[in-house]
């Protein structure tokens, strides 16, 4: 079933992105674009991401920082 009529974006390609770590609609526009256009998928996409476990969202859940648990992100220790 389509989620995103405006870029054709199932819910299938929703949840798998949801599966790769994406916790926020924002996170799934980054990947497939979808919700960028006329927005009205954005609460399919948030209920669609609401079904999952987010891992980063649990961190945020719990009140520990969100950013310092991302793989990778070692020697930024401040913005330029």
Known sequence: MYVCSCFGVTEAQIQQHADDGACT???????????????????????ILGR????????????RPVLSALDGMEGLDEAA
């Open 25 to 47: 609609p924002r996170q799934v526009a980054s990947a497939c674009k979808a919700g960028t256009d006329c927005g009205s998928c954005v609460r399919r996409i948030q209920a």
């Open 52 to 63: 999952g476990n987010c891992p980063r969202r649990e961190l945020a859940d719990q009140g």
